[in-house]
């Protein structure tokens, strides 16, 4: 730990006062919540969809994103909306055409996310060779977001949230069984390509508090963990979320009393209840059937 930075009292209530009494925490709090809510519920959809490879490849984007509004001189949500969004369009506008639908949608993803990385290198070396701030794109910053920026955060997972409400019987029907679902008049390429943009809009989100790098610990993590635990729909979701906001209150905690960027703490809690899920859900059944045979 640096000179200067805060120490752990190890009082619990003393600490989160300590924690409550910084103006950029209180703001990074409120970030981390909206955007750990959002990534929860979209992440929980992506996952059941099998689309992790997408979300992936935006939140690749991201980082261009960031750089180039960096580069004009506007705020980095800006560049984190415009491309995620953009990016989302071009993946689902891509024909489909049967069968090929999945390796399809997988080459246009990939295709994607290497021309948004050369755009990035590219903004990067206009900047001069060095743009300030690199590591917080990629990895996340305690105080990278402003007051501003947190009310943008808030529209946005508003509005996601909402179409998402609007949206979310039919879209978990066209996820579990997209054939049958079509075959019922479901519009499925329609919902498909309003996920896609809300995907978008809940990575551009995540990675301005993870970075770009890390954006699945709040993307996927939670929502796997979740569906580990149970495979009631309702009930994943909501302790999809849950876990989330839990993870990213922890690693903000943690991440205010050192020096390590914040997305390696919200990972590393993630990845440790995915474990323990995992763990759970292989270790009940051998214990049930211990006490049948005792």
């Not at 999945?102 to 070396?125: K, M, P, R, Y």
């Not at 709040?218 to 979740?226: D, R």
């Not at 906001?245 to 590393?268: H, K, M, N, R």
Request: overall charge neutral; some cysteine; glycine content about 10%.
């Amino acid at each position: 730990m640096p000179p200067g930075s805060p120490i752990p009292s190890w009082n619990l209530l003393t600490d989160i006062q300590e924690l409550w009494s910084f103006p950029f925490m209180v703001t990074a709090f409120r970030a981390g919540t909206i955007v750990a809510i959002l990534a929860g519920a979209i992440g929980w959809f992506m996952v059941l969809r099998k689309q992790s490879f997408a979300g992936h490849s935006l939140a690749m984007v991201s980082f261009p994103g960031a750089a180039g509004a960096t580069l004009i001189g506007v705020s980095t949500a800006y560049g984190y909306f415009g491309f995620c969004i953009a990016a989302a369009l071009v993946i689902a506008a891509r024909p489909r055409t049967g069968s090929g639908g999945h390796s399809e949608e997988s080459a246009v993803t990939g295709t994607v996310q290497a021309f948004a990385l050369a755009c990035g290198f590219l903004f990067v070396a206009l900047y001069k060779g060095f743009l300030d701030g690199i590591t917080a794109l990629l990895f996340g910053s305690l105080l990278g977001v402003t007051d501003d920026e947190v009310l943008i955060l808030l529209i946005v997972a508003v509005l996601a949230l909402g179409t998402l409400a609007v949206i979310g019987r039919p879209l978990l029907f066209a996820s579990i069984d997209p054939d049958v679902a079509a075959a019922r008049g479901v519009p499925v390429r329609a919902l498909a390509t309003v996920f896609l943009v809300l995907l978008g809009a809940a990575v551009a989100e995540a990675s301005q508090l993870t970075g770009a790098l890390l954006v699945f610990a709040l993307l996927v993590m939670p929502a796997a963990t979740a569906q580990v635990l149970t495979a009631r729909p309702g009930l994943s979701l909501v302790l999809s979320m849950l876990i989330g906001v839990l993870v990213t209150w922890f690693g903000l905690g943690v991440a205010f009393y050192s020096q390590y960027p914040i997305g390696f703490f919200v990972t590393t809690f993630a990845f440790v209840l995915y474990v323990l899920a995992n763990a759970i859900r292989l270790g009940l059944p051998r214990l049930r059937m211990s006490w049948s045979t005792a």
